[in-house]
């Protein structure tokens, strides 16, 4: 039955993706769409293949099986399926919030990706391949808005940002594997495609969608949710009231910065504690990817002692012949290809960069992914967790850079490329 349920699903959203393009319900070439769907779906299978057969099945696999129990109890007691979900923890349910371990909230983010792939099950006859197609459509959409935010935003480059968000290869493979990055890929594109519009329409029903993809992006990975607030405040503010970009996220940052420090020595929650313990959290699991990080204290000297450490973590790793694992070659040649684009970008700028790099919407970006390179490289010490939860920030760095860069002063390049 799998061998049909496969190419029928394939054709069937294929398909609808291909009238959804042709009708303009969606507004990107419809070769593009079917394309970017098939490499996902393609990807998809991979990331469960190569996880199943030589890393141990992974938490991939773990969701999988664990489903499989769900998906006979929405079968059984359909109303039971959704009302467990409050079962969870009941004791810790609200002073748990930010706790990493044990705590409700911490449980919920992963029941809520199991019960998903347990409706998945339903419709593909428990065939995780299957499920992968299904995902895989889920999560194209967070692609999709990104392209459409950037391509609104740089209107000239279209075709760059088609390249990025539906065909750079890390993107499309750690976000097309069943975890919650795909999820949190198209919850954060919502946020930031309606907010954009938002402010340029004022149509309040985006705040709608804007709300309840914060909240989503909150029960998945509430930490995003945290760091995405500034950046939407300073956003909201340089627009409205037309002051200098750089000044006003600086001054919000700054101060965010301040009130970080000092809740912990007042206030409710201790969050440079709740990032210690986070790191703590991460340093009693087990991988072979470990690299040295030292512990975190609480105090503003802590963070700028292991900021080397951090940045280069986040930044430069893996290093080229660190390890002979064949993903980490590739996770390698991203790392320092990056790395190539942005001395690009600073060799040879285009000619409006700092236009482009004091637009509210690019600040935004900015600020948010540096925010959260930082803290990724200040809480995780293995380099699989680190390259994964850093390929969004990555990619949205990567279509800036792309941007900034004047391809045309590039000498073995202006007579070949034109990037728009």
Not at 78 to 97: A, G, I, K, V
Not at 298 to 312: E, G, H, M, R, V
Not at 397 to 412: Q, V, Y
Request: with cysteine.
């Amino acid at each position: 039955m799998s061998y049909l349920l496969f190419p029928a699903y394939l054709l069937m959203f294929s398909s609808l993706l291909y009238f959804l393009s042709a009708k303009n319900y969606i507004r990107v070439n419809r070769n593009t769409a079917v394309a970017s769907f098939l490499l996902k779906v393609t990807l998809g299978c991979f990331y469960g293949y190569i996880f199943l057969h030589y890393y141990h099945g992974d938490d991939t696999w773990k969701y999988y099986f664990q489903s499989l129990d769900e998906t006979a109890l929405l079968k059984s007691d359909p109303l039971r399926f959704f009302t467990s979900l409050f079962d969870l923890n009941n004791e810790t349910r609200y002073s748990s919030l930010f706790e990493s371990v044990g705590s409700f909230w911490k449980e919920l983010e992963y029941v809520l990706l199991i019960k998903l792939i347990a409706i998945f099950n339903v419709f593909s006859g428990n065939e995780y391949y299957i499920n992968v197609i299904w995902f895989s459509f889920l999560s194209f959409w967070g692609g999709y808005y990104f392209y459409r935010l950037f391509s609104s935003v740089f209107p000239k480059y279209e075709k760059s940002m088609a390249l990025v968000f539906f065909f750079f290869i890390p993107l499309v493979f750690w976000t097309s594997g069943i975890r919650k990055d795909g999820l949190i890929l198209l919850f954060m594109a919502l946020i930031f495609y309606h907010f954009y519009f938002f402010l340029k329409s004022g149509q309040w029903k985006r705040l709608i969608v804007i709300l309840i993809s914060l909240f989503m992006l909150f029960l998945i990975r509430s930490f995003l949710t945290l760091t995405i607030i500034p950046a939407l405040i300073a956003w909201w503010i340089a627009e409205k009231y037309r002051i200098a970009s750089w000044k006003v996220f600086l001054a919000v940052y700054g101060f965010c910065l301040v009130l970080f420090f000092v809740s912990a020595r007042v206030g409710p929650v201790n969050f440079p504690q709740k990032i210690s313990e986070r790191q703590q959290d991460f340093f009693r699991l087990k991988g072979g990817s470990e690299v040295q990080l030292d512990s975190l204290g609480t105090d503003f000297s802590d963070y700028l002692k292991i900021l080397p450490q951090a940045a280069n973590h986040v930044f430069i790793r893996p290093y080229p012949g660190e390890t002979s694992s064949l993903l980490y070659k590739f996770s390698m040649l991203e790392s320092w290809g990056m790395v190539i684009m942005f001395i690009l970008a600073v060799v040879y700028p285009a000619t409006d960069l700092r236009k482009i790099i004091a637009t509210p919407i690019v600040l935004t970006l900015i600020f948010y992914g540096l925010s959260n390179y930082l803290l990724i490289g200040y809480t995780i010490p293995f380099l699989g967790a680190i390259v994964r939860y850093r390929i969004i920030f990555e990619t949205l760095f990567l279509a800036i850079i792309i941007r900034c860069t004047g391809w045309n002063k590039i000498p073995l390049l202006k007579s070949y490329i034109k990037f728009k």
